[in-house]
């Protein structure tokens, strides 16, 4: 007689709980790896905090999209503390640190050990200290994820020794040029004026400056620490960073991961918070390739009116063709409830379609917008999504930024990477005009040459045998090793 054979039930898998800050680029980075959980069978709670939920719910298509993951996935809300109307922008970003700090932090609290299975790693957003020390008082092990990139964080890093080596505070603008020696790595270039824009403050005390440097220093108590970026673009930053955190999972770009293992169209992996406007992509079809220039300033900055009459007639002037999207909100004297006092040209309040330039007040498919072939050119702010989308479609940019990271970014972008040009804290209508001519037509070619490089190497990081392909599986391993 044959043995009857004894059926065995697969272990469950393990549960993450996935908590990112609330921000349109630490939602949609997340979302992108909780997805290549879910796709190594990993079981995924998405904690969003209230006001992103039902945002999420509203523009997006997230729940159809994580459908055919099935048990695998759900999605979670947390209050973060703030009234609904809160702007949760410029400088009243900080606000939510503070709410998140005190009220989030009590509700959290509340939450982490109701929820069912039993978490086995929480994988927190590490600008956010209190998640993990939260997760500590339950047992839970702790993965940071930070969605700046690894010249950011390593600068964050070495701010105490900054501090400690009286290279901070910055002595006003006269200072700012001068080179910073304590951020190993960088000395040939890093100057006060790419600091993040906390380290402006005279004020060493400034909460944003030590919740930042602490947050960071925080990293190194978890049990690893996950960057969106590649080691072909960041490689020798991240060997100062492996010598503190010597577990640090690289697996950037993540959007261009998953869309290498999904072979997904771009518009089904949105994650925007914003009702996206299509119709760019219509009037970009309609023009030559790599003639438009895109104008576009992300989630959280708000710019002065000054600085947009500023741009607007630079581009003008520049007689490129050039594609302006301008978030609702994103200009202090535009936003909804207030009046006027200087006068905009017309094209730009209204929004409006012409041959040569083209105006969206809203939100755009940015991933599409770059991927489209009519586009030679980014003006960004340089948050790191954006920074990163850009190297892959291999498109180059002109960097304005305005505050935390972006200053970093954009002097990586151009003195290191060589993939654009830094026009920070010059935003006038001359310096914008001459720095359009010079990326859309007078180095066009070498900046070509470099994006499209960069671009391959972004690529093949994520392809197989790339290293964040690699990193990603020993990540999963690291993940599936913390299953009680
Ligand atoms: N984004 C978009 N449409 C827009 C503006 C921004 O889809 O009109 C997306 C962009 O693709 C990126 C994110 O919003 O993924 C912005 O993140 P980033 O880190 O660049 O900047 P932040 O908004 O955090 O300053």
């Not at 030559?288 to 003008?316: C, Q, R």
């Amino acid at each position: 007689r044959r043995p009857i054979p004894t059926t065995v039930t697969p272990a469950p898998p393990p549960h993450v709980l996935m908590f990112p800050l609330p921000g349109q680029g630490h939602v949609t980075t997340m979302l992108n790896l909780a997805e290549l959980l879910c796709l190594s069978n990993l079981r995924v709670t998405f904690l969003n905090s209230d006001h992103n939920h039902h945002r999420l719910l509203r523009f997006t298509t997230v729940q159809s999209r994580f459908a055919i993951y099935h048990q695998l996935f759900s999605l979670q809300s947390i209050s973060d503390g703030l009234p609904s109307d809160h702007p949760r922008s410029g400088e009243r970003i900080l606000d939510l640190f503070q709410s998140m700090s005190t009220i989030t932090r009590d509700l959290f609290r509340d939450l982490l050990p109701s929820i069912r299975p039993p978490i086995d790693c929480l994988i927190s957003d590490g600008a956010l200290q209190f998640p993990l020390e939260v997760a500590a008082e339950f047992g839970i092990p702790v993965v940071h994820f930070r969605t700046i990139g690894a010249c950011c964080f390593w600068t964050y890093f070495c701010i105490p020794d900054m501090i400690e080596a009286g290279e901070l505070p910055i002595r006003g603008e006269e200072d700012m040029e001068r080179l910073i020696t304590t951020v190993p790595g960088t000395k040939e270039f890093l100057r006060c004026r790419d600091l993040p824009s906390f380290c402006r403050s005279p004020d060493l005390s400034h909460p944003s400056l030590q919740a930042l440097a602490s947050a960071t220093q925080q990293s190194t108590k978890a049990c690893a620490l996950i960057l969106n970026t590649f080691e072909g673009l960041e490689g020798p930053i991240l060997t100062q960073i492996a010598a503190h955190c010597p577990k640090t999972y690289t697996i950037g770009p993540i959007h261009e991961h998953l869309r290498s293992k999904l072979t997904l169209q771009p518009s089904s992996s949105s994650s925007s918070l914003w009702e996206e406007d299509r119709s760019c992509l219509e009037w970009l079809d309609r023009h030559p390739p790599k003639s438009v220039l895109y104008v576009n300033f992300g989630s959280i900055a708000v710019m002065t009116s000054e600085d947009l009459i500023e741009i607007w007639h630079g581009l003008v002037n520049s007689k490129q063709r050039f594609l302006l999207v301008m978030r609702q909100g994103s200009v202090a004297e535009l936003g909804s409830n207030t009046n006027d006092t200087i006068t905009f040209p017309e094209e730009l309040v209204k929004g409006v379609r012409g041959e040569e330039y083209m105006v969206v007040s809203g939100w755009a498919p940015q991933k599409e917008v770059l991927d489209h072939g009519a586009v030679g050119g980014f003006l960004t702010h340089s948050g790191w999504n954006s920074t990163l989308e850009t190297i892959v479609a291999g498109v180059p940019m002109i960097c304005l930024p305005y505050f935390a990271d972006q200053q970093v970014n954009s002097r990586f972008t151009s003195e290191v990477w060589k993939l654009g040009l830094d026009i920070k804290d010059a935003c006038t209508r001359k310096v914008v005009e001459r720095m359009v001519v010079e990326l859309m037509v007078e180095r066009k070619e070498d900046f070509a040459t470099s994006a499209a490089k960069m671009a391959e190497l972004a690529r093949s990081s994520v392809g197989f045998g790339g290293s964040s392909r690699q990193n990603l599986e020993a990540l999963i391993e690291d993940i599936r090793s913390m299953k009680s």
